[in-house]
């Protein structure tokens, strides 16, 4: 039996990155101190990072996805930290990520006490995702990640209607979905 932490955290104004880094790293430090072995933060958590953009930036949609993709490594990098510190396997939630064919892609990443484990992109795109966010779906499938709590599927909030994708996980020995959502 593994503890599991859910987080679904108050959107807010974060300015700086030591405020934001010290705001994860204080969710993550007490849902570890509470024993938890597993962390799922929510869908697009890592659009907070738009704060750190000038206020026009942020309250352009396109602009915010497109402003805080510099900022994406670091927050991997802190994730990274994060787990690798508290020995957990953590999901982070997911973040718009810009691939090289030039789109961009809602995706989770994972990592656990020795780094990172891998990613899956979302496969079925909600209409407003699709149609004004301009978010594509992944390309490579479904995965199954093998971690210390087990052999893990990630489905990002809509997929997790379409039964077929769960199906496809269990096909893949998957033992636990985490549905960042």
């Known amino acids: 039996m593994i503890k599991l932490a859910t987080c679904q955290y108050a959107i807010q104004l974060i300015t700086t990155w030591e405020d ?15 024993g938890a072995r597993l962390l799922l933060m929510p869908e697009y958590s890592a659009m907070v990072l738009a704060g750190q953009l000038d206020e026009a930036t942020r309250r352009d949609l396109f602009g915010s996805i497109a402003g805080i993709q ?10 990274e930290t994060l787990a690798r510190r508290h020995g957990i396997v953590f999901q982070p939630g997911t973040a718009p990520v810009l691939d090289p064919d030039g789109q961009y892609r809602n995706r989770a990443f994972l990592f656990g006490p020795d780094g990172p484990i891998g990613h899956q992109d979302k496969q079925i795109m909600t209409r407003f995702e699709r149609e004004q ?10 995965a199954a ?28 020995g998957v033992e636990l979905v985490l549905a960042p959502s």
């Open 20 to 34: 934001y880094a010290s705001h994860l790293t204080t969710l993550v430090a007490e849902a570890a101190g509470e």
């Open 70 to 79: 510099p900022l994406i490594p670091r927050w991997l990098e802190l994730c």
């Open 133 to 142: 966010w301009h978010i594509a779906a992944g390309t490579d499938g479904l």
């Open 145 to 172: 990640f093998d971690t210390p709590v087990g052999r893990l599927g990630i489905l990002i909030c809509y997929d997790n209607e379409f039964p077929m994708l769960g199906r496809q996980l269990a096909e893949l």
